[in-house]
Every structure is written in C-alpha cells, then in structure tokens.
T-cell receptor
C-alpha cells in the first residue's frame, strides 16, 4: 500500500464550478501537508502548505487537513481554464532537512470553457 | 530571477549508453534534490544534498545511478549503463532553507530505447 493515495482522474468540470481534490495517507506522523500544481511539461510549483489539521485559504484556493481521518483536500472556487493542470498532494513528517516529502501520484484536472 | 535550470530538456539514447543529467540550482539555495517521475510510481525522491554533501541517497534505485554536487551551483545525475526502465522525467529542485518550499526545474525527459 502506498503511503499517499490520490485519485489520478482525469477530472473534467465546467468553468466556474467548484473543484474538490483529495488525498488519503497512512502515516500518522505526517505533520506538513502541501499541494503542488504541475502544468504539462513543467515542474511542480507549490500552491499551498498547511501544518497539522485545519483550513487555510488563499484566494480561490482552500486547503483542508483532517488528521483524524488521514484525509486532505484542496478546493478551487470559480475554476478557470488556466487551472487545468495536474495537482499533486505532498506531505512530510517535519520541515527539517532530514524530512522527505512524499508525493501523491497526482490528479489531472481539466476546466472546460 | 532565473529558476532551477536543467539540461538537456530531452534525451533519447540506446540501452547501455551512459546518460548524464545536469542541474543548476537557484543561487543561494543550500539544498538540492533529484526526483524521478513516472506514470506508475509518481514523483520519487532519488537523492538530496545539503551544502553540497549527499544527505540521503536511499531512493537511488541501484548502483547504476550516481549523483554528484562538486559545487553549490552544479549537480549531475548519471546513469551507467542505462536501461529502458530508466525512461522517465527527471526533476531537480532546490530550496534556500529547510522551512522554505522546493523550487523545481522543468525536468529532463529521458527515453532509453
């Protein structure tokens, strides 16, 4: 079983819809949770990161962490065609140089105009 | 401001040949990471350096893979001899300190025939 599970999609929604992307994990030691966005033929770029449980909002993006369920989510409001990309969840036990980041396999998202 | 620079962007070579991938991290960043991305396994950490010293190479698949960082502005990942199963996109990333996010290059797309 993988440490981090993510539905690969593809997920296709109309412009303006609310998008929900999710990951589950098995290691209760994970404390830092991240979402990366990866456009085609580009490297991943960090969208958001959160520490422990709770919500974090940044513009149209909201990240949620539920440590009791080992479940994290990324919500995108008022989705735009420019949001079409692969979204990778990632997590680590800490933020020290010794802590590896474990990535999900990514969900491919397409926003239809 | 230049990001992480990787070369070549694409490499196609025959099985058994030596392959060298190159990375120039962002100036001033102290840590450098090599990742491999495939459809089957997602994004996997191969090795990372802190202040030019290899810290964790447990992700390096086997002895055919080696990585060096002779100075703060250059790193190489070498595969010798290459095999078809090494075909993947290889990413380099760097970060300034452990509490800051990693910045990824645009990757090298490697195909071993």
């Amino acid at each position: 079983q993988k440490e981090v599970e993510q539905d690969p999609g593809p997920l296709s929604v109309p412009e303006g819809a609310i998008v929900s992307l999710n990951c589950t994990y098995s290691n209760s030691a994970f404390q830092y949770f991240m979402w990366y966005r990866q456009y085609s033929r580009k490297g991943p770029e960090l969208l958001m990161y959160t520490y422990s449980s709770g919500n974090k909002e940044d513009g149209r993006f909201t990240a949620q962490v539920d440590k009791s369920s080992k479940y994290i989510s990324l919500f995108i409001r008022d989705s735009q065609p420019s949001d079409s990309a692969t979204y990778l969840c990632a997590m680590s036990r800490g933020y020290s140089s010794a802590s590896k980041i474990i990535f999900g396999s990514g969900t491919r998202l397409s926003i239809r105009p | 401001d230049a990001g992480v620079i990787q070369s070549p962007r694409h490499e196609v070579t025959e099985m058994g040949q030596e392959v060298t991938l190159r990375c120039k991290p962002i100036s001033g960043h102290n840590s450098l990471f090599w990742y491999r991305q495939t459809m089957m396994r997602g994004l996997e950490l191969l090795i990372y350096f802190n202040n030019n010293v290899p810290i964790d190479d447990s992700g390096m698949p086997e002895d055919r893979f080696s990585a060096k960082m002779p100075n703060a502005s250059f790193s190489t990942l070498k595969i010798q001899p290459s095999e078809p199963r090494d075909s993947a996109v290889y990413f380099c990333a760097s970060r300034v300190t452990a509490d800051q996010p990693q910045h990824f290059g645009d990757g090298t797309r490697l195909s071993i025939l």
